[in-house]
């Protein structure tokens, strides 16, 4: 199948098979005129790529996943460390968020938001609170 096809089946831009191809994630074989032609593992891979992805993994987590999966070998150890270490990410970002939420929510709450020039929210910003 060519590059469209495999990025209608797959639910990616050709942008992104094309990047993912360049960094060595995918390999799809070419024919003599030089035109890529997908095959349907390739096909697979990228739908894989694409929900790991859409879950944050990073293209290096990608492609440890991916080398993983095509391993009938695998510990599935190795695959639940990967998994792990990005949901200490997640948490991580999550506790950074809410700390961030709080922080605002009580600016906002504090700024009288009239007409007055003072403004608690400038204040902390400039570092004054």
Not at 38 to 63: Q, T
Not at 73 to 83: M, P
Request: overall charge neutral; proline content about 4%.
């Amino acid at each position: 199948m060519n590059i469209g096809e495999v990025a209608e089946r797959s639910h990616l831009p050709a942008k992104t098979i094309r990047y993912y191809e360049e960094i060595g994630l995918i390999k799809p074989p070419r024919d003599e005129n030089g035109y890529r032609r997908f095959r349907e593992e390739d096909a697979h891979s990228l739908r894989f790529l694409a929900r790991a992805r859409s879950l944050g993994f990073s293209i290096e987590d990608c492609r440890a996943l991916l080398s993983l999966y095509h391993d009938r070998g695998r510990a599935s150890a190795d695959v639940r460390r990967i998994a792990q270490e990005h949901l200490t990410r997640i948490e991580a970002k999550i506790g950074a968020l809410q700390s961030m939420q709080t922080t605002l929510r009580h600016l906002v709450e504090t700024c009288h938001g009239d007409n007055r020039p003072g403004c608690p929210i400038l204040d902390d910003l400039a570092g004054l609170e």
